[in-house]
């Protein structure tokens, strides 16, 4: 289900499918667009360890370690 997934983009070509995610997040670095589209930005950007971040937020917000 959409509502259910994450998209994890950070180009112009993402926008679609960050709109349609249930959470779209992008890197700090990210085209504008995509930046506008999203539901979080990162303060990482692309080759700075933006999908840890991602992945301790995730675990954050469902109470994990």
Request: a negative charge.
């Amino acid at each position: 289900l959409p509502e259910n997934t994450v998209y994890f983009g950070s180009d112009a070509s993402d926008v679609d499918c960050l709109a349609a995610a249930g959470v779209g997040v992008v890197t700090a670095d990210a085209h504008p667009a995509a930046q506008k589209a999203s539901d979080w930005v990162l303060s990482a950007g692309r080759g700075e360890e933006a999908v840890r971040e991602l992945c301790g937020l995730i675990l954050e917000r469902q109470g994990g370690p």
